[in-house]
């Protein structure tokens, strides 16, 4: 040992450095690159931002749906369209909608494995509003990679709930099956309830057979209906537009109150109402202090179509928690 004290202060400093364990900066670790790729239509009414976040990278597709007003088609995405709806509409122009070919599936599904992914889970809205599942599952049985199609069993943003938990579980790594299994659980933990001012239009398109009963027998009503296994249903009558908003209200907040506190996520729909929904909003969130403002988007064309001037849409569903990944899910 070295015989002055400053060296062997030195020398001890020294040796208590070695015996340290040694420890080194964590590398970062890169997410896993998702291997599934999520399809869905434009009934599923996702908010737009959303899905600008989500659709560059190839992971997020969403088919437009084609609307027939008179002899013209139009795309769900055409920007007029919302004009061309109301002037048809007010003008009693016929107004009709049609599922997307199976070729516009043919092109989502081929870019998906073309971008790399090993598998698509494609969601969409319920059979028994459309023909678009058919048109998705005849295009998955030519694709060059596999394609689980899944019916969703609602529409608007229960729907979109659905492709929002899908799209997180892909992000996070999953398989196909897990993804499929995400979407499937979080559609069922949707409610949806809506207002047309009249049942009108539902009529025409043939998409209120439940409730036909109430046309021409009550021609002043304000329906209240809902969505129940994948079809649209009448649940109450009410002789205002203002007291069929209010109670359109009471039944939002008791779904909100049957779930765990801090869990409901809301989105409304509005059609030519916008400041109606941004009302509701505000009222819902009066009610529950806790509850994020509501996604609020315009409702698809190709819902609005049938719903008429007016609808107010409200989903009420869990928020999205991203799911554990387990290796090789």
């Known amino acids: 040992m070295p015989a002055d004290a400053a060296s062997a202060r030195d020398w001890l400093r020294h040796q208590v450095h070695k015996l ?15 291997r599934i790729a999520v399809v869905t239509d434009s009934a599923a009414a996702l908010p737009a931002d959303w899905v600008a976040a989500h659709g560059e990278s190839g992971l997020l597709a969403i088919v437009p749906m084609p609307v027939i007003i008179g002899e013209n088609v139009f795309s769900d995405d055409d920007a007029e ?17 049609s599922r997307p070919s199976p070729g516009q599936f043919d092109k989502a599904y081929r870019a998906a494995a073309e971008a790399g992914f090993d598998a698509v889970v494609s969601i969409h809205i319920s059979k028994k509003l459309s023909g678009t599942l058919d048109a998705a599952q005849l295009a998955a049985g030519r694709a060059g990679i596999p394609v689980r199609v899944l019916d969703s069993g609602t529409v608007g943003m229960a729907q979109g709930v659905a492709v929002q938990a899908a799209v997180v579980a892909a992000t996070q790594g999953s398989g196909a099956e ?4 995400v979407a499937g659980a979080a559609a069922l933990r949707t409610s949806v309830y809506f207002y047309v001012p009249s049942l009108e239009q539902l009529r025409r398109g043939g998409r209120i057979s439940l409730a036909s009963s109430w046309v021409g027998t009550v021609l002043d009503i304000k329906p209240l209906l809902g969505i129940r296994d994948g079809a649209v249903v009448p649940l109450e009558k009410v002789r205002s537009a203002a007291k069929a908003i209010a109670r359109l209200e009471t039944l939002a907040a008791a779904e909100i109150a049957r779930r765990e506190p801090g869990r409901a996520q809301l989105s409304l729909h509005h059609f030519g109402n916008e400041h109606q929904a941004g ?22 064309a190709v819902l609005a179509a049938h719903a008429g001037l007016g609808v107010l849409v409200v989903v009420v569903s869990d928020a999205i928690v991203p799911p554990q990944r387990e290796l090789g899910s």
């Open 20 to 34: 340290r364990p040694k420890t080194t900066t964590p590398e970062a670790v890169e997410p896993a690159r998702p």
């Open 81 to 97: 369209l919302e004009t061309h709806i109301s002037l048809a509409l007010a003008a009693g122009t016929p107004v009709r909608t």
């Open 279 to 300: 009302i509701l909003n505000e009222s819902l969130r009066t009610r529950f202090p806790g509850l994020a403002a509501a996604d609020m988007t315009r409702l698809p």
């Open 178 to 181: 897990a993804v499929a299994a």
